[in-house]
C-alpha cells in the first residue's frame, strides 16, 4: 500500500489516545518514504496466559495497519519479563509463573498473533534473547539510569505506596526493562495500552542514553471485559480468546452489554466512529433490533478469527439453545454412586472450585431441568437422570 505521509498519519493516528509525539512520527515517516526504509513497530505481551484475546486485538490491528503503509512490526514476547509480573494499574502484583508455564503460553502466541499480522512484516522476538545472559553488574549499571523519584511517578505505584502497600523492588525493575526492549529493538515506535504509558516514555530515556533517537510513543483505549468495567484480561477471567471455540466466542460476546457491544465494533473490528454511529442510531430509533446486530457483531469477530461458517454455526446453535435445545456436543455421564451437586460439577470441569459453585447456587445460576437448585449440598442420586446446567452456556446431560 503505497500511501503518502499525510494519508499515512491519517490512518496510524486514528483512535489512539496518547502521541508522544505526532511531529516526531511524521520526520520518521517522511525519512522512512525518502530512504525506502521501514520503520520498526515495537509491541510487547507477557504470555501470562495461553490464549490472547480480544483486547490484544486492538493493538494487533493497529499493528497491522502499519504493516499495511510497510512497516516492519517487532512483536517481543515476554519470557523473562512475564516471569515477573506487572501490576499495569492494579493494587497487587500478578502471580509470577514458571520458565516451562511461560514457554508453554508463549508457543502459543506464536501460532495466534498471525491471525492477524503480516508474518513476513513480522519480527518475532523473545526478550529472554539479552536478559538471560545478562550479568548482575550489568543489572546494577542499568537500574542506576532511573532514580526511584521517577518510579514514583507511576500513578499505580504512587497510589500503592501512600496506601502503604506493599511495592517490591522487582515491580520497580518491570518498567526499566520493558524500556530496555526498545533500546535492544531499536524501536522507531512502541504501541501499548493507556496502562502502559509511562512505561513506554521511560523507554525513551533509556533510549537517549544509548544514543538512540527515542521513540514514539502511542496508546490505545484499554477494551473493557464481559463485565463492562474492568479491561479485558486473562487474570480477571472476563475475555474473549481469539482461539476459543467459535459457540464459547458467540455465547461471551451475547453476553456484553447494549452499551459496551459499540466499543467492540469500533475498537476489535475497526469500524471508524461514523459507521458505528450510522447503525447505532438505527438501534435507537428502532429500526434495527439489538439483539440481532450484537449477534452480527459476535459472527463478524468469529469470522475474523475462525471463518463464516463456524460464525453461522455458533449463531444457530445459540439461538437454538436460547429456546431450550441442547447444544449437540452437550456431554453426557451415568451416575454409578451418589455424588454431591459440587463434586460432579467440580469433577467434569463445569466449575473452577467448590466455593465458585456456591456462589452460583446462591446467584440460581445451577438449575436441574430448568428447575434452580437452592442446596449446594444437594446430593444426586446413581442412575438419576436429567439436565445440569451452569450459568448460561454449561451443560451436563445424566443419562
Known amino acids: ?115 492477524i499480522l503480516d508474518p513476513e512484516k513480522t519480527e518475532l522476538r523473545f526478550n529472554g534473547e539479552w536478559f538471560l545472559p545478562m550479568t548482575f553488574e550489568e543489572v546494577i549499571r542499568l537500574s542506576a539510569q532511573v532514580t526511584v523519584a521517577q518510579m514514583l511517578q507511576r500513578d499505580d505505584f504512587a497510589k500503592r505506596h501512600a496506601g502503604k502497600q506493599p511495592i517490591s523492588l522487582v515491580e520497580f525493575l518491570y518498567p526499566l526493562i520493558q524500556g530496555y526492549d526498545s533500546v535492544m529493538v531499536e524501536a522507531d515506535l512502541e504501541l501499548g495500552g493507556t496502562d502502559q504509558l509511562f512505561n513506554l516514555l521511560l523507554a525513551r530515556e533509556l533510549q537517549k542514553a544509548a544514543d538512540q533517537e527515542p521513540q514514539v510513543v502511542m496508546t490505545l483505549p484499554l477494551l473493557e471485559g464481559l463485565d463492562g468495567v474492568q479491561k479485558m484480561s486473562k487474570s480477571l477471567n472476563n475475555y474473549v480468546g481469539i482461539s476459543e471455540e467459535p459457540k464459547n466466542m458467540f ?28 447503525l447505532r442510531s438505527a438501534v435507537e430509533a428502532g429500526e434495527r433490533n439489538p439483539r440481532q446486530v450484537k449477534d452480527e457483531l459476535a459472527q463478524a469477530v468469529i ?68 428447575q434452580a437448585i437452592t442446596d449446594p449440598l444437594l446430593q444426586l442420586s446413581a442412575g438419576q437422570s436429567g439436565v445440569l446446567k451452569v450459568g448460561k452456556r454449561r451443560f451436563l446431560k445424566l443419562v
Not at 501470562?48 to 486485538?57: E, F, T
Not at 493494587?91 to 495466534?112: C, D, M
Not at 459496551?260 to 476489535?268: D, G, H, K, Q, T
Not at 441442547?326 to 453426557?332: A, G, M, Q, R, W
Open 1 to 115: 500500500m503505497n500511501l503518502s505521509v499525510e494519508e499515512q498519519l491519517e490512518r496510524l493516528c486514528a483512535r489512539s489516545i496518547d502521541l508522544h509525539s505526532r511531529e516526531e512520527l511524521e520526520k520518521k515517516l517522511r525519512r522512512s518514504v525518502e530512504k525506502g526504509i521501514p520503520l520498526r513497530i515495537k509491541y510487547g505481551a507477557d504470555p501470562s496466559a495461553p490464549d490472547i484475546h480480544l483486547g490484544h486485538a486492538v493493538g494487533l490491528r493497529k499493528l497491522r495497519e502499519f504493516q499495511d503503509c510497510g512497516h516492519t512490526v517487532v512483536f517481543i514476547i515476554g519470557d523473562f519479563t512475564g516471569m515477573i509480573g506487572d501490576p499495569s494499574g492494579k493494587s497487587k502484583t500478578r502471580k509470577s509463573l514458571s520458565r516451562e508455564e511461560v514457554a508453554a503460553n508463549a508457543e502459543t502466541y506464536k501460532e495466534q498473533v498471525f491471525k
Open 303 to 370: 469470522t475474523e478469527f475462525h471463518d463464516e461458517a463456524a460464525a453461522k454455526a455458533a449463531s444457530a446453535e445459540f439461538a437454538a439453545v436460547s429456546k431450550g435445545a441442547l447444544p449437540e456436543d452437550t456431554p453426557e455421564l451415568h451416575l454409578e454412586a451418589d455424588i454431591g451437586l459440587l463434586d460432579l460439577l467440580h469433577e467434569q470441569s463445569m466449575i473452577a472450585s467448590k466455593g465458585e459453585g456456591r456462589r452460583l447456587v446462591k446467584q440460581k445460576a445451577v438449575k436441574l431441568d430448568d
Open 251 to 278: 455465547g461471551k460476546i451475547m453476553s456484553i452489554s447494549d452499551d459496551l457491544m459499540w466499543r467492540y465494533f469500533s475498537l476489535v473490528l475497526g469500524w471508524s466512529d461514523e459507521q458505528v454511529s450510522e
